[in-house]
């Protein structure tokens, strides 16, 4: 059937999860794509590679649709005479609506276009979040942006130094703990930035994620300089004849999300009371209170018992800057910024924070530094002034243990310009 | 009206951004949004929310291979054509969510999606990846897609998950065990705060193509690139202008390379997979944490790596034995000690898990606490 013989390759097409070498053979075999040798050959130069242990892809190359710098990732293959099907085999990342709800339909006509104008092989998704088309060549791109864009209304992604596609969890669209609407809020932000998506600006990439609690099921606070997770600022709603009810074992624990062990009988004492980090909640036979000044909501309570225990009403996000992957200077996770803000539609606070960090970013930021590098190296006191911010104990987790403060001189009575002939008059040589 | 390439920016339509979510929601969805009041996992894979309405949603979450061809696509949308009224989502892992609101359409559609299978076998729609279990794996490109890669991903994902299976499809572990493979340093996944990290390395710095690399790269550029300053100005025996790369230096990144195609560093031998264990996201109990290094190497096996597999095989089912319930796999390495935790699972510390790198102090002991 396929032109290339795969052995490495066929043995993951056995056990019991999904295959995706299997699901390639069945594009190979019944797939209507436009280049024909494409699926076939990615098989051929993966099983070369399982033979020789290094990738056989290379880097770059100027690619994109007009006007645009990004949105399509250059890649060529380092053996094309005998992979000619993908010598040429760009992606193309296409911005994902909002939490990633399809209707078939509509996915239907992306698959469509795709089989017109690429190799029929996508990733859904990839890991910023965008509907990946994997695969395809130059003269396809523009053509298959014209259509997409008329045709389906749907744009590109983002790549390069610029916005990159945001991403949201799905928050109130099925969720009960998401404290503001992470979907409105995602799609009016990518709306409303769609220039720097699409056209690089900035010293390197930059993402805003969406989690609409500190469950945080986009991972905000790990992968975006400038993360949105949910909060609240009033009490936990308590239902006490629900609480009850999971200790009388009626309603499952956890939403029966431990239901696979037997763990005995659900103690809310052993279980929510005394696993609260901040042990502000109590437990006296009958009633469950909590102290919910001392609550720095975890999620744990409400995850064991989302029937009795229901996030407040006043909600909003916190702001956390400066999340990034390893390289260079060591993973960093977002630090805490902005404690409380309401978010609501149309977001005017969030976007005036985002433009006053963009511009600061873009000013001082060196090539390549990401956001969190850069409040590393300017300092996170100097980002304070640039957000307009007081300083709050909430942003660390200790005050600094050294002592070597960089004072300013406005900030010492009298500056720093001192007569040395006036010290020498009480102090001999 | 086509696209006419002799008029490239005739009625050219830009900057519209993505469909708007609201064109896709099931209309049960659209009617609750913001008004649901709780979930339950009905049984693995399966959940159900409930709205204040008294409305539910059912949910039926399958594992789904990120490289997706479109005929598998199509199958995904006829399913949900003939049990969701054509709705349908995916997660942040990966996984597809079939939507709806009719209960009695919920068994038929369990039973068929667990009925279908690829031609070598193996599940088209393993329904599962809820609660205290292993749910789909994140992962990057790998030998599928990259230039950078020390490892496969889809591959390496592929045979782990295979291994796993069994929690992916029950909730019998003591807490969710979150699993991520980034294929190099670059870590495109943001693998860096996962229970279990699969991640590409490689050992070998990189080699410099003399002949080539004035004429393919920016030389400052890739001179700049290198984040402990390993790379200076050289000249090739002939007088070429080239790079030299200061061997002992190397942290193996492969930025050099991604700036400078003439230096290329993947090597059968030389690049392979470390392991790194104990992150978390969620500040649920704990706050967030970086997954930290246990395993430093273990070499490239394809086609299914079992040296890889049996390691994260073996922290899974330690951690399942040992921890309390609710206790992250940071969390319980943590409360029994790291000390222990090499002990436990049986895995060999050498002192290539003592960090070197900047601020590397911080994870040195630094207490006369520690347990024999
Ligand atoms: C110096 C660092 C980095 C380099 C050189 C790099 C390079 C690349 C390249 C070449 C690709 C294209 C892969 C392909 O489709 O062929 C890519 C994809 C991607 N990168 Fe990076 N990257 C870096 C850091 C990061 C970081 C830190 C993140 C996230 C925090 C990230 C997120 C992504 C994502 C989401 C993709 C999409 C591909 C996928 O879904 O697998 N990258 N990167
Ligand atoms: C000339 C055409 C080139 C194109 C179209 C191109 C395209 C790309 C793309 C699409 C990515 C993936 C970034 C992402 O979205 O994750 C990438 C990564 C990267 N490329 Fe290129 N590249 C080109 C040339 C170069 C050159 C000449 C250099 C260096 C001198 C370079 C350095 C990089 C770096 C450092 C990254 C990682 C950036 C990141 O992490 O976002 N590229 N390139
Ligand atoms: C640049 C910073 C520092 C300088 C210039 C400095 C200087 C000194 C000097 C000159 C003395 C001797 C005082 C005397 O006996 O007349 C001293 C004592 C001492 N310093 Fe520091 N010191 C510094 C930082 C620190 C730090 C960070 C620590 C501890 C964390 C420290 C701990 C001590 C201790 C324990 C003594 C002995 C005190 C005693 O015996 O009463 N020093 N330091
Ligand atoms: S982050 Fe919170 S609100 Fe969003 S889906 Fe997860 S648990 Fe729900
Ligand atoms: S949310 Fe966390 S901190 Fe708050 S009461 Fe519940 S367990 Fe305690
Ligand atoms: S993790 Fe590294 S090798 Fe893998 S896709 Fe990202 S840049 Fe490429
Ligand atoms: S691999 Fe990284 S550390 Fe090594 S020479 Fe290249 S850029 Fe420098």
């Given at each position: 059937m396929g032109k290339h013989n795969t052995p490495m390759l066929d043995e993951l097409e056995k056990g019991p999860w999904p295959s995706f070498v299997s699901d390639i053979k069945q594009q190979v075999a019944n797939g209507k794509h436009v280049l024909k040798e494409a699926p076939d050959d990615l098989l051929g130069v993966m099983e070369l590679s399982y033979v020789d242990k290094v990738t056989h892809w290379k880097h770059g190359g100027i690619v994109g649709v007009f006007g645009y710098?990004?949105?399509i990732i250059g890649r060529y293959c380092d053996q094309p005479q005998m992979f000619p099907g993908v010598a040429h085999f760009h992606t193309v990342r296409v911005n994902q609506p909002s939490s990633k709800f399809y209707t078939a339909k509509y996915l239907r006509e992306l698959c469509d276009l795709w089989e017109r104008h690429g190799s029929g092989l996508t990733n859904m998704h990839g890991s910023t979040g965008d509907i990946v088309f994997l695969g395809t060549t130059t003269d396809h791109l523009e053509p298959l942006f014209f259509e997409m864009t008329h045709e389906l209304n749907q744009d590109l992604g983002g790549s390069g130094s610029n916005l990159r596609t945001p991403e949201c969890c799905l928050g109130q669209s099925r969720c009960e703990f998401a404290c503001y609407d992470t979907q409105e809020a995602c799609d009016n932000l990518t709306h409303e930035y769609q220039d720097e998506l699409h056209r690089p600006a900035f010293p390197y990439k930059f993402k805003f994620k969406f989690d609409g609690c500190p469950n945080g099921c986009v991972a905000s606070i790990a992968r975006s300089d400038m993360s949105f997770i949910g909060t609240w600022r009033d009490n936990i709603r308590i239902d006490q004849a629900a609480v009850k009810a999971y200790v009388g074992g009626e309603f499952a624990p956890n939403a029966g999300a431990y239901s696979g062990r037997d763990w005995g009988k659900f103690d809310i004492q052993k279980e929510v009371v005394d696993l609260c980090p901040t042990g502000c909640m109590r437990w006296d036979g009958s009633k469950?209170?909590?102290?919910?000044?001392?609550?720095?909501?975890?999620?744990?309570c409400l995850n064991v018992m989302p029937r009795a225990l229901r996030k407040g009403l006043d909600t909003g996000v916190s702001i956390l800057f400066g999340a990034k992957a390893p390289?260079?200077?060591?993973?960093q996770m977002s630090t805490l910024t902005v404690p409380f803000l309401k978010m609501e539609s149309p977001f005017s606070e969030a976007k005036d924070l985002v433009e006053k960090v963009w511009d600061w970013w873009m000013e001082e930021g060196k090539n390549r530094e990401r956001l969190g590098e850069l409040i590393q190296r300017k300092t996170f006191?100097?980002?304070l002034r640039v957000c307009e911010l007081d300083p709050d104990p909430r942003m660390v987790d200790e005050p600094r243990s050294n002592p070597y403060i960089f004072w300013k001189e406005e900030e010492v009575e009298g500056g720093w310009t001192r007569d040395i002939d006036a010290f020498r008059a009480k102090h001999q040589r | 009206m086509p696209y006419d390439p002799s008029e490239p920016l005739k009625d050219r339509i830009t900057d519209i951004g993505p469909r708007h979510y609201g064109e896709f929601l099931p209309p049960v969805i659209k009617k609750n949004k913001g008004k649901w009041l709780y979930h339950e996992i009905l049984?693995?894979?399966?959940?159900?929310?409930?709205?204040?309405?008294?409305?539910?949603?059912?949910?039926?979450?399958v594992g789904g291979c990120r490289l997706m061809s479109v005929e598998h696509l199509r199958e995904i949308c006829d399913i949900a054509d003939k049990y969701c009224d054509g709705y349908l989502r995916f997660t942040t892992r990966n996984n597809i969510e079939f939507?709806?609101?009719?209960?009695?359409?919920?068994?038929?559609?369990?039973?068929?999606?667990?009925?279908?299978k690829f031609s070598g076998g193996s599940n088209k729609f393993p329904v599962g990846g809820t609660g205290a279990g292993v749910t789909n794996i994140v992962h990057t490109q790998g030998w599928a897609h990259c230039h950078t890669p020390a490892i496969d991903a889809s591959g390496v994902v592929k045979a782990v998950m295979d291994a796993i299976y069994d929690e992916f499809d029950h909730m019998k572990l003591?807490?969710?065990?979150?699993?991520?493979?980034?294929?190099?340093?670059?870590?495109?996944g943001a693998v860096h705060c996962s229970d279990i990290a699969i991640l590409g390395i490689h050992r070998k710095p990189p080699m410099v193509d003399g002949e080539w690399i004035d004429k393919l790269c920016e030389l400052p550029l890739a001179i700049a690139a290198c984040p402990t300053g390993a790379i200076k100005p050289a000249?090739?025996?002939?007088?070429k202008k080239s790079l030299e790369v200061k061997a002992e230096r190397c942290m193996f990144c492969g930025n050099c390379y991604t700036m400078c195609a003439a230096m290329p560093l993947a090597d059968e031998v030389g690049s392979g997979i470390a392991i790194l264990v104990g992150g978390k996201l969620s500040n649920r109990i704990s706050k967030p944490k970086f997954s930290k290094v246990v395993i430093p190497f273990i070499p490239n096996e394809p086609p299914r790596w079992p040296s890889t597999v049996a390691a994260v095989k073996n922290i899974i089912d330690v951690y399942s034995k040992d921890a309390h319930k609710y206790e992250r796999l940071g969390d319980w390495a943590e409360r029994i000690g790291w000390e222990r935790f090499f002990e436990k699972t049986n895995i060999p510390f050498t002192h290539h898990l003592i960090d070197d790198y900047r601020f590397a102090y911080t994870t040195w002991r630094q207490s006369t606490q520690f347990k024999f």
């Open positions: 710098g990004g949105g469950l209170e909590i102290n919910d000044k001392e609550c720095v909501r975890c999620m744990h390289i260079l200077e060591g993973a006191q100097e980002f | 049984q693995p894979g399966v959940l159900v929310h409930v709205a204040e309405s008294g409305d539910k949603v059912f949910s039926v979450r939507l709806l609101a009719d209960e009695s359409k919920l068994k038929p559609l369990v039973d068929d999606l667990k009925s279908r003591p807490a969710p065990v979150r699993v991520s493979l980034a294929c190099c340093l670059n870590m495109c000249k090739t025996a002939d007088g």
